[in-house]
């Protein structure tokens, strides 16, 4: 762990993607310890699998429990069939919802609702998240070109949960998982920096050497619009976990 480098928003470097799941697993497991029902952000993708897998473990262990928690997804394509294999409620499904004991009545991501309805969908998401007191704790990743949840480049600091058309570079990262850059969706519903900035505390993973040169952009870029990751900073309590491969570019 490296705590010496100088960025705008904190961040902590581990040997591994690994160790980093680990750490941020320990932290939720603590925070539960002292508070069951706190109502969790959380992202899909890559990122997030071995976190995922830490608590699936821990619950399989007995060390930790989801049964009074409540969890808001960030986001969710829209142009999937309800219960498409590929959406993200599917994905965290059977990435984490299977293997641990959060009721699926508090699991939340917005409905993959016609665009028509998005902005009404929207507005139901948020506020569900006031109902609930709002976000205590918010897990994000980040992609190449610096986008939190679907807030692609240009999103404002304030925006609030929307309809979103996702950039090139989003979609190409997809392209895996869709068969082809041709059938990803091009909009979702993505909780808006401003939603995200509400959370208590926040937390980004980023690995890989594919993330560097976001990482350093994110951490010591002055905070601008176009990279929206670069906004998280002034939050008052926010903070990186990366491996050394990420992290290659900070402190040069
Ligand atoms: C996912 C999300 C995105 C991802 C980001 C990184 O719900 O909101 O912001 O966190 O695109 O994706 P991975 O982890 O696949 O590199």
Redesign the pocket.
């Known amino acids: 762990m490296s705590p010496t480098l100088r960025t705008r928003i904190a961040c902590t470097v581990y040997p591994s993607a690994g160790a980093a799941a680990l750490a941020v697993a320990d932290e939720l497991r603590a925070r539960l310890a002292g508070y069951p029902s706190l109502v969790l952000g959380l992202?899909?993708?890559?990122?997030?699998v071995p976190f995922y897998q830490e608590l699936s473990r821990l619950h399989r262990a007995g060390l930790l429990s989801l049964a009074q928690a409540t969890s808001f997804?960030?986001?969710e394509y829209l142009g999937l069939a309800p219960g498409d294999p590929r959406s993200?409620r599917a994905w965290m499904q059977t990435q984490l919802f299977s293997q641990v004991d959060l009721p699926a009545n508090r699991t939340h991501l917005p409905d993959p609702v016609e665009p028509a309805a998005a902005p009404e969908e929207s507005r139901r998401y948020e506020q569900l998240i006031r109902e609930v007191g709002g976000i205590d704790w918010m897990l994000?990743?980040?992609?190449r070109n610096g986008?939190?949840?679907?807030n692609e480049p240009g999103s404002a600091r304030t925006s609030r949960t929307r309809l979103v058309e996702l950039e090139a570079k989003?979609i190409a990262?997809a392209a895996k998982t869709f068969g082809g850059e041709q059938h990803v969706p091009r909009r979702a519903i993505?909780m808006g920096i401003g939603t995200i900035l509400e959370a208590r505390a926040i937390r980004v993973m980023a690995f890989g050497s594919a993330?560097a040169e976001i990482v350093q952009r994110a951490l010591t870029a002055e905070p601008t619009e176009l990279v929206p990751a670069s906004l998280l900073a002034g939050h008052a309590d926010v903070r990186f976990l990366l491996d050394a491969e990420s992290a290659q570019l900070l402190g040069q």
Do not use: A, C, S
């Not at 992202?43 to 997030?48: R, V």
């Not at 994000?140 to 992609?143: A, V």
């Open positions: 992202p899909t993708g890559n990122t997030p997804n960030l986001d993200f994000l990743g980040i992609g986008h939190i949840g679907f989003t990262d993505t993330k």
